[in-house]
């Protein structure tokens, strides 16, 4: 059992670093609208980024984040959700910052 675990661990670990990823690049897109650096996300999407990190801020949402582990599912679920429906406007943000990181750098 345990080496099925570690199997199916390691077939999902591409799926959850890309989800990693994801996440922080979202945090990073916030950082630099809010900065000044970056201006090119859509209204929507920034809605959609900033209502998704207060629900997830939020400890009383559909199912309260004091239920062990089942509180941070629906959490992660929004956000989710969030990060496929700006799919887009992430890559072109991630696009934007490898042709600005030397610039950022300095």
């Known amino acids: 059992m345990l080496q099925d675990t570690a199997r199916k661990a390691n ?3 591409s799926f959850f670093e890309a989800v990693w990823e994801d996440l922080q690049l ?18 929507k ?6 209502a998704a990190l207060l629900y ?18 629906d959490d992660a679920g929004i956000l989710a959700l969030v990060i496929k429906q700006i799919h887009n406007d992430l890559q072109a ?3 934007w ?5 030397n610039q950022l750098e300095a």
């Open 45 to 50: 999407s920034l809605l959609l980024i900033i």
């Open 11 to 13: 077939r999902k670990s």
């Open 97 to 101: 910052l490898q042709l600005n990181q």
């Open 93 to 95: 943000y991630k696009e």
């Open 56 to 73: 997830f801020l939020n400890p009383l949402d559909l199912i309260p984040d004091l239920v062990p582990l089942s509180g941070l599912i």
């Open 26 to 43: 979202l945090f990073n897109l916030l950082r630099d609208w809010k900065d000044g650096r970056y201006k090119k996300i859509p209204s």
